[in-house]
T-cell receptor, first 110, second 114 residues
Framework: TQLLEQSPQFLSIQEGENLTVYCNSS?????LQWYRQEPGEGPVLLVT?????EVKKLKRLTFQFGDARKDSSLHITAAQPGDTGLYLC??????????FGPGTRLSVLP | KAGVTQTPRYLIKTRGQQVTLSCSPI?????VSWYQQTPGQGLQFLFE???????NKGNFPGRFSGRQFSNSRSEMNVSTLELGDSALYLC?????????????FGPGTRLTVL
């Protein structure tokens, strides 16, 4: 059974701080997605990383896919209250299915 | 291009009743997946439909069923509702023909079972 672990589970920081959340697995994925979800809403796709070692930037968010395509990280620079939400990673098992991590709940305090 | 839509957004039912949820995928997307999300269990995969056929199925009882129509719209049905079925039900569509797959989620249907 494929599993994705995310750490930390919860994170509460002050506005302006930097943070990194991690998504780890023992399985190799063909691609990996990061989502942000707000309460009562569906997850919104932030980025897809495909190539081992790939780094993608989305404004203050930097996403990295591990060289072996088993893990990923999301780094946020100068966090803002609008970054608050549940961050989910999901691995694509070569088109067979998607495996979701349990999420990291981020709270950015003004 | 319009996103994934789900109806209704909110639903209140009582134990023993049955419910049908609807999902319209992004135009051109032929794969529709359903997930149940609860605070304790996170996102759990229910099933995936592709070209009107169930392609994958998660570990849920037979009370949970679905179907997909020729226009790719999908419905999910839960019969004999239990209190534990209260959850946010999410639908996601994807374009399977691309070199890699991405899922796009709808806003969800919040089901409350009393």
């Amino acid at each position: 059974t494929q599993l994705l672990e995310q750490s930390p589970q919860f994170l509460s920081i002050q506005e302006g701080e930097n943070l990194t959340v991690y998504c780890n697995s023992s399985s190799v994925f063909s691609s990996l997605q990061w989502y942000r979800q707000e309460p009562g809403e569906g997850p919104v796709l932030l980025v897809t990383v495909v190539t081992g070692g790939e780094v993608k930037k989305l404004k203050r968010l930097t996403f990295q896919f591990g060289d072996a395509r088993k893990d990923s990280s999301l780094h946020i620079t100068a966090a803002q209250p609008g970054d608050t939400g549940l961050y989910l990673c999901a691995g694509d098992n070569y088109g067979q299915n998607f495996v979701f991590g349990p999420g990291t709940r981020l709270s950015v305090l003004p | 291009k319009a996103g994934v839509t789900q109806t209704p957004r909110y639903l209140i039912k009582t134990r023993g009743q049955q419910v049908t949820l609807s999902c319209s995928p992004i135009s051109g997307h032929r794969s529709v997946s359903w997930y149940q999300q609860t605070p304790g269990q996170g996102l759990q995969f229910l099933f995936e439909y592709f070209s009107e056929t169930q392609r994958n199925k998660g570990n849920f009882p037979g009370r949970f069923s679905g179907r997909q129509f020729s226009n790719s719209r999908s419905e999910m049905n839960v019969s004999t509702l239990e209190l534990g079925d209260s959850a946010l039900y999410l639908c996601a569509s994807s374009l399977v023909s691309s070199s890699y797959n991405e899922q796009f989620f709808g806003p969800g249907t919040r089901l409350t079972v009393l």
